[in-house]
């Protein structure tokens, strides 16, 4: 129990904090106990919402950091919280509504404060954007799990090993992402045809650009340790999980507008549920449970591939993020137990074999 704490402490601190001042929110701004506790509900349930739709999220920050040297593991999780929590639960909202109304920023957070429903309008008409990008990005990230050549471990044998046979076929992820977005624009009205796909190839885009920049990075490495330097910049996984938790995020924060509107609230109730995917992903990595439960990266990865699907789909059918977060749920939920059945049976490959 103490070792738990150890890592969820400082969110415990801070979910203490953002309900204190979600209680102080609501009463200044109603005067009444039962607009205070209105508040402080939707900010919890909020929070929960976060996490749950974020597990695989952290699951994967881990899958990452864990080959990063301790100075840019460090830096993630301290400057790139800050941008999670500030960036794309508060900022982000707001550039969304500066550019689609053509305001400036201060002009969209005073509408976020004294015209919420206008707000919550012109956010939720950007949804076609944002899932583009995000569903494109996420399915790419999912895929490239799974069409690796080096893969040996497989959970659901069946289908892995049959992807994993076209591993070698250049660009076969790129190929099914998009063929999956052209099908989803071909669902959706004429004005948003345009405006998904280009959004969809950015996501596309963004994702190689940010594997070049690694790339480019491991190779300056590589030959700097060739000369005998012992150096590690990890600049290139920064970037990486910089982007992947903002296309986590999107989800969470179209979502939020279903119980508030308000920019106040939704920011307190994400920013709680982001630090918990912070504390979860500093347990993975400190612990090794990546390592001790070999298909929890694959429950995670298939959950993601699911995530991007659904975000794709939401361009064009409203899905409910209570079933992303169950399924997402059910997926790692399903890997954990398939892997605590393996370590049962094979104790020895519990220690010595290594997740993917």
Not at 80 to 92: C, D, P, S, T, Y
Request: glycine share 8%.
């Amino acid at each position: 129990m103490d070792t738990l704490l150890r890592y969820y402490a400082f969110s415990l601190g801070f979910t203490a904090v953002c309900l204190g001042l979600g209680a102080w929110y609501g009463w200044a701004s109603s005067g009444t106990i039962g607009g205070m506790l209105s508040v402080l509900w939707i900010v919890i349930v909020l929070s929960i919402l976060e996490v749950s739709l974020s597990f695989d999220n952290a699951v994967v920050n881990a899958t990452v950091l864990r080959d990063m040297d301790p100075v840019w593991q460090q830096r993630f999780l301290t400057i790139g919280i800050l941008i999670a929590v500030f960036g794309m639960r508060i900022v982000f909202p707001i550039a969304i509504v500066a550019i689609a109304a053509q305001v400036g920023p201060i002009e969209a957070v005073s509408l976020s404060l004294n015209d919420p429903a206008e707000y919550e309008r012109i956010v939720s008409e950007a949804h076609v954007g944002i899932a583009g990008f995000g569903g494109a990005f996420l399915a790419m990230v999912g895929l490239t799990f799974f069409f690796d050549n080096d893969k040996e471990v497989h959970w659901i044998s069946a289908i892995e090993k049959a992807i994993n046979k076209f591993s070698n076929v250049p660009a076969v992820e790129i190929g099914l992402v998009l063929v999956l977005v052209y099908t989803v624009s071909t669902a959706l009205p004429a004005d948003d045809t345009i405006t998904f796909l280009t959004a969809a190839i950015l996501g596309l885009v963004t994702f190689i650009a940010v594997h070049a920049i690694a790339a480019i990075i491991e190779e300056r490495e590589a030959a700097k340790k060739a000369a005998g330097e012992i150096v590690k910049s990890g600049l290139g996984g920064f970037l990486y999980l910089e982007v992947l938790d903002a296309s986590f995020s999107f989800d969470g924060v179209i979502g939020a507008f279903a119980l508030s509107n308000n920019m106040i609230v939704i920011a307190l109730g994400l920013s709680v549920g982001a630090m918990f995917v912070r504390s979860m992903t500093i347990h993975l990595v400190r612990t090794g449970t990546l390592a001790q439960y070999r298909y929890l990266e694959h429950g995670a990865f298939w959950a993601i591939i699911v995530l991007g699907i659904i975000m794709l789909l939401s361009a064009r059918y409203h899905i409910p993020e209570t079933i992303t977060g169950l399924l997402g749920a059910v997926l790692i939920g399903l890997s954990f137990w398939w892997s605590v059945r393996h370590n049962r049976r094979y104790p020895h490959d519990a220690v010595t074999q290594p997740a993917d």
